[in-house]
């Protein structure tokens, strides 16, 4: 069946720092591809998405591009704040299940 | 304003008493859905609702019970809890042929 892996964490960056967070997935078809983010203290909510191979998503200074040949969809950002502590999963989804979720991985940011 | 709710937000119970976790939504979403979130184990889809009287199991749903008999209300009910239920749940909700997904607050379970 359709799956996700994600690197695991924590990551612990210092603020300024390049961010990235890898995501590979395994699915029949063409899924589409997202990255969620929790807030400590929150449900997840949507941070980008892409639908279609080599489409690139973006969404408050981070990105990710769905490239269908390595079955990828790494979250990057150039600077990373502390605001951007959180919890950030990747997800897809193929049309004929409910989305699939990778484990999440724990950023933190320390100024 | 669009949101999930879900109460109670925290809740410590004890071995065998039945409970009930209410989700609620405002955006006429057809689909929701019940996940639980444990540590080294991500998010784990417990039942999700495709419309109204329209229910399926996911991937852990031994021990829960869901109902959809309206259209906003999604509540999951713990016949007989047991420790390893103790989790962070949450309940989301999107339109049916929506990726989107709109999370509730998450409700922190305590069985002792």
């Known amino acids: 069946g359709d799956s996700v892996t994600q690197m695991e964490g924590p990551v612990t960056l210092s603020e300024e720092a390049f961010l990235t967070i890898n995501c590979t997935y395994t699915a029949t078809g063409y899924p589409s591809l997202f990255w969620y983010v929790q807030y400590p203290g929150e449900g997840l909510q949507l941070l980008l998405k892409a639908t279609k191979a080599d489409d690139k998503g973006s969404n408050k200074g981070f990105e990710a591009t769905y490239r269908k040949e390595t079955t990828s969809f790494h979250l990057e950002k150039g600077s990373v704040q502390v605001s951007d502590s959180a919890v950030y999963f990747c997800a897809l989804f193929s049309g004929n299940t409910p989305l699939v979720f990778g484990k999440g991985t724990r950023l933190s940011v320390i100024a | 304003e669009a949101q999930v709710t879900q109460n109670p937000r925290y809740l410590i119970t004890v071995t065998g008493k039945k409970l009930t976790v209410t989700c609620s939504q405002n955006m006429n979403h057809e689909y929701m859905s019940w996940y639980r979130q444990d540590p080294g184990l991500g998010l784990r889809q417990i039942y999700y609702s495709m419309n109204v009287e329209v229910t399926d199991k996911g991937d852990v749903p031994e021990g829960y019970k869901v109902s959809r008999k309206e259209k906003r209300n999604f509540p999951l009910i713990l016949e007989s809890p047991s420790p390893n239920q103790t989790s962070l749940y949450f309940c989301?909700?999107?339109?049916?042929?929506?990726?989107?997904?709109?999370f509730g607050p998450g409700t922190r379970l305590t069985v002792t």
């Open positions: 989301a909700s999107s339109f049916s042929d929506s990726y989107e997904q709109y």
